[in-house]
């Protein structure tokens, strides 16, 4: 019960920050947050959260926007979005950051996909409302997780 009321919590300090922010997507903030507490410690969840963040931004930034931004055809990105997809499931297992290099280039494709938007918009919202939930995440770890507090 405590973590479903701790992951509750932490999503809605996520929204709200993402929202305060001015960021358009702030259900990214929320699964970043919700990604984090997903841990079975303390350290675990810190690290996740850092994996998380840090392939978020490379994945938004680095692969996502050149991307958006080449104004590809249903049928390029439809292929994009299926190598993702695959070299995605090759290397969760094994590398949490490098699949989240892969995981936000694949939805923010599908995502533009739906809604064509700035592709710039659209890649900085997403690492920034993914960094956010991360750090309140790490956050309501270290506040409210039993085994941080005695951890540090």
Do not use: K
Not at 79 to 89: D, H, M, S
Not at 114 to 141: K, M
Not at 142 to 150: G, M, Y
């Amino acid at each position: 019960m405590l973590s479903t009321v701790r992951v509750t919590v932490a999503g809605v300090l996520a929204s709200a920050a993402s929202a305060a922010a001015g960021l358009g997507h702030a259900a990214w903030a929320v699964m970043g947050s919700t990604a984090t507490l997903q841990g079975a410690t303390a350290r675990h969840m810190a690290v996740r959260a850092l994996q998380r963040a840090a392939g978020t931004v490379v994945g938004a930034l680095c692969v996502a926007w050149p991307l958006l931004a080449a104004d590809l055809s249903f049928w390029q990105t439809a292929a994009l979005v299926f190598v993702l997809q695959v070299a995605t499931e090759v290397v969760i297992a094994v590398n949490y950051g490098l699949a989240q290099v892969l995981i936000a280039p694949m939805a923010l494709l599908m995502t533009a996909l739906g809604a064509p938007t700035d592709p710039s918009a659209l890649a900085v919202d997403r690492a920034l409302d993914t960094a956010i939930g991360a750090l309140v995440g790490v956050v309501a770890v270290l506040l409210i997780h039993p085994r941080a507090r005695s951890e540090r």
